[in-house]
């Protein structure tokens, strides 16, 4: 294939697909599928595709093949089937989407129509096969030699560990030399043709055959219009990958990439070849999934090509996501949620350190918005923080925006998420992981696992704001692991939708391998204790800092805080219990009544049914607080520098004038200022006009080292993040006078979301050295009642600084 004419095919296109240039209604320009057939319209496509990391295309020269093309008598496919762990769509279940678990993706193994090349039958007898996204043809493979193949093309490609593919099924024969060459097609186009296995199929895929033939013989861009068939566009017929439902199913391969779409009509083709194979866009309407998928798919499918290649060279990664609301049931409870592109949580987004991220939202929310991408430093961007009021103007509703920044010097777990009044808590959040190629514990781990935990209302959140502002304080109803658990429906509202046994999430451990899992905290209000049942987690990672292994078997999280902890599958094939334990301590009377939220770890081998025992780890941990420092310790020590200002924050909570029950700072409550924002003002230079109640702090000299001290006259506890930094988290401790002989600052962790003890003060320590406004406040109920802070830092060198036209422009629109 060339790879000279495209950029990446992770943007994705909105296209209308009711009607198509040339088309009447109905369409009498096109081919239309007979009206018997039966393809569901409904459900999202996005998602609804199994994760692979191969593509093994067998030519067969024929259209139709068995049922299971691997029950075919001594052909290439069955032999594959015996000497690799095959995903060819055939296990997907039943009217679901892809559980994202934590199963490493495998291969896709099919036939096609393609005829095999010329050969001698006295000196080789077998298939050509096609391998993606290696875009290379191995010529004549036969079936006695399919393991051979497997170790040559299939193993120690796609992530460590699969060692054992040779380990366990060993090449029975001597080494084979294949005649191996290069793709010349510029892209192979794929529809699924599997009469036998679904009529659908073998209605559906000559209308399309036929249609693609036409426009690509009409563009000049089929085979047999190039020399040598060198840039032209190949298309073949395929046996089944799965989801008949969504028929026609198309796969272009292009630029070493997999794009899948679903319910394609030949109104469509003429659609396909321009967007995706001339401009290299996704389509989205028609996207099911592929090799990109782990750039625009729910959480927590993760992108493996990616992870390999964590040493490469810094690039843009472009991610479109949309802001809209739609039903969804994460627990069985059907309620109106926000979402990104339709889904709940929203896509994980994976780069590498250096690299740029490009998020292009459109908001399609019946109100303004704005994306914060939680832990990043945002340094040279501070417009791109997404805070309204404090460093832009709100995107409203039916508008784009997009933020642009880079990560030059951050790794780790983080998360975005909007930062407009509540959205969040209704669903506006997603996973970013910034992959280290210099990672520490690289070697300790052998895959890894996001863990999105999150506590979760079936009232919308704007609701549930207006009663947390009296003191009949609302509870969850409910907590999610992965956006997933099941709920007692009898306790559901008479008149609702509800479905009991929602299902809980799933990951899958095999034995003796070493898990990384990135744990993160999206809740309204919730700090959990989260666990797995008999299995021991060895602390690396708190926030983008590299911690000292420490073995733990509960970890507290607070909300907006990240974990990553190592987990070694060292227990008997079986299933355990993963468990997010409410700290109710730190909630409203009525959470006592909460139950424990769980997901499965499910060990390969296992019964898939089996219900796991109950094994709770019994470890006493103090409800309210971060882990003890002595767990958290850094893995690399750092000087750090000595205090050159102080800043006291008191916190309080009592009424205002309205009689509402409001947060305080020093006797001021914040207000934001929703028609401009205190970046807007540090440009205009009329900072020095803020009012008090938008709690603003101005630091003026580079390389200032500031010591905050909070102390809190509250009887709640609060996650305090701040926006621009890492801080060193100096001590915490109880009652309203900091204890100063007990800071640490000989090696203090350092992070960016912690924990105000209840009646107690904490002490952090940061370095001004970042332009920008960054917001200090408490996570997240708490921000919406005031318990916020702005720091101004170096406005002189912020006016350097040129934002982007579209910025300012967002101020000057109407936002509702």
Known sequence: MNNNNHESLTDIEDVTIESCEGCSVPCSTHQVYPSYLKINQELPLQGTVKPFSKHVLISTGKIDWQAHIEDEHESLASHLAKVINVTNGSDQKKNETIDKGSKKPKILITNSNRKNGDYD??????????????????????????????????????????????????????????????????????????????????????????????????????????????????????????????????????????????????????????????????????????????????????????????????????????LKKVNLAPDGFTRIMSTINGQYPGPTIEVNKGDRIVMNIRNELEDPTSIHAHGI????????????????????????????????????????????????????????????????????????????????????????????????????????INGKNNYDCSKAPPGSTCVDNAGLAKFEFVSNKRYRLRIINTSAFSAFFFSIDKHVMEVIEVEGTYTKRNKIHRLPINVGQRYSVIVTADQSVDNYIMRSEFQK??????????????????????????????????????????????????????????????????????????????????????????????????????????????????????????????????????????????????????????????????????????????????ALRFVVDNPGVWGHHCHMWHMQVGLVMQLIELPDEINKLSPPEEWAELCQLKRY
């Not at 198309?250 to 001339?278: A, D, F, S």
């Not at 139950?595 to 309210?624: M, N, Q, R």
């Not at 305090?720 to 060193?728: A, K, L, P, R, V």
């Open 121 to 322: 039958p006295l000196i080789s007898n077998g298939d050509d096969v096609l391998l993606f996204p290696d875009n290379i043809i191995i010529r004549h493979v036969s079936p006695k030699h399919a393991a051979e193949f497997r170790n040559q093309f299939l193993c120690n490609k796609f992530g460590r560990g699969d060692d054992d593919l040779i380990q366990k099924n060993p090449s029975p024969t001597l080494p084979v030399t294949f005649t191996v060459e290069k793709m010349l097609y510029k892209s192979v186009i794929l529809i699924c043709s599997h009469k036998r296995r679904d009529k659908r199929c073998g209605v559906t895929a000559p209308l399309l055959k036929d249609e693609f033939d036409k426009v690509l013989k009409n563009k000049g861009l089929d085979v047999d219009s190039r020399v040598d068939n060198k840039d032209g566009i190949a298309v073949y017929m395929t046996s089944h990958i799965g989801g008949h439902k969504f028929a026609g199913n198309v796969i272009v391969y292009c630029e070493g990439k997999g794009i899948w779409y679903g319910r394609v009509t030949p109104c469509h083709v003429n659609l396909i070849i321009e967007k995706t194979v001339i401009e290299g866009r996704i389509i989205r309407d028609l996207y099911r999934g592929g090799f990109v998928q782990a750039l625009v798919s729910p959480t927590p499918l993760w992108n493996q090509n990616l992870i390999e290649s964590r040493a490469s060279e810094p690039k843009t990664n472009t991610f479109n996501l949309v």
């Open 377 to 480: 430093f945002q340094k040279g961007t501070p417009w791109f923080d997404g805070v309204p009021g404090q460093t832009q103007c709100e995107i409203p509703s039916d508008y784009e925006f997009t933020y642009n920044f880079t990560v030059p010097d951050q790794v780790g777990t983080y998360w975005y998420h909007s930062h407009d009044l509540m959205q969040y808590v209704d669903g506006i959040v997603g996973a970013l992981i910034i992959h280290d190629p210099d990672d520490p514990y690289k070697a300790e781990y052998d895959e890894e696992i996001l863990v999105m935990l999150t506590d979760y209302h079936h009232t919308e959140a704007q609701i549930l704001l207006n009663s947390f502002l009296t003191p009949e304080r609302d509870v969850p109803d409910n907590g999610l």
């Open 585 to 762: 301590k730190c909630m409203p009377d009525g959470a006592i009544s909460l139950p424990v939220v769980t997901a499965i770890v499910h060990y390969d081998g296992a019964p898939e049914d089996s219900v796991p025992k109950d094994i709770p780890w019994t470890d006493f941990l103090e409800e309210c607080i971060d882990l003890i420092p002595e767990t958290l310790q850094p893995l690399y020590e750092e000087k750090v520098p000595e205090a050159t200002r102080e800043i006291i924050h008191e916190i309080a909570f009592h009424k205002d004038s309205l009689g509402i029950d409001k947060a305080f700072i020093n006797g001021s409550t914040y207000v934001p200022n929703l028609i401009s924002s205190t970046l807007t003002k540090v440009f205009e230079g009329t900072t020095a006009n803020l009012p008090a109640s938008e709690n603003a702090f101005t630091f003026n000299t580079f390389g200032e080292v500031v010591d905050i001290y909070f102390i809190n006259t509250d009887e709640g506890e609060h996650p305090i993040h701040m926006h621009g930094h890492q801080f060193w988290l100096l001590g915490i401790g109880n009652g309203t006078v900091v204890d100063k002989t007990a800071l640490n600052t000989v090696n203090p962790i350092k992070r960016d979301t912690s924990t105000i003890p209840i009646s107690g003060w904490s």
